[in-house]
């Protein structure tokens, strides 16, 4: 079975930094795209990064310039890059293989102003 395990989120003030994790087993995340998506109270899940096989990655508009989707092969690790975060990115996080429906457990960020 599929699992994607997220970490890396918590409480952080405006302007500051995180890097998430996405541990994978039983799939190879060199191999397929790979995302990130958040979900704030209220709102739909969104998408924030994604990363292709090829190595293309794109983000939402809200995230260019200050977000960095990358991946790890050796460790079939997914992370996700957080910089000059605002309390508007405040959400659930979810990493997934779209390809796979698949989707981690979530991790909370919450940033305050």
């Known amino acids: 079975q599929v699992q994607l395990v997220e970490s890396g989120g918590g409480l952080v003030q405006a302007g500051g930094s995180l890097r998430l994790s996405c541990a994978a087993s039983r799939i190879d995340v060199s191999l397929t795209t790979m995302a990130w998506f958040r979900q704030a109270p209220g709102n739909q899940r969104v998408l924030v990064a994604a990363?292709?096989?090829?190595?293309?990655?794109t983000y939402a508009d809200s995230v260019k310039g200050r977000f960095t989707v990358s991946r790890d092969n050796a460790k079939n690790t997914l992370f996700l890059q957080m910089n000059n975060l605002k309390p508007e990115d405040t959400a659930v996080y979810y990493c997934?293989?779209?390809?796979?429906?698949?989707w981690g457990q979530g991790t909370q960020v919450t940033v305050s102003s």
């Open positions: 990363v292709t096989s090829g190595g293309h990655t």
């Open positions: 997934s293989s779209p390809a796979l429906n698949m």
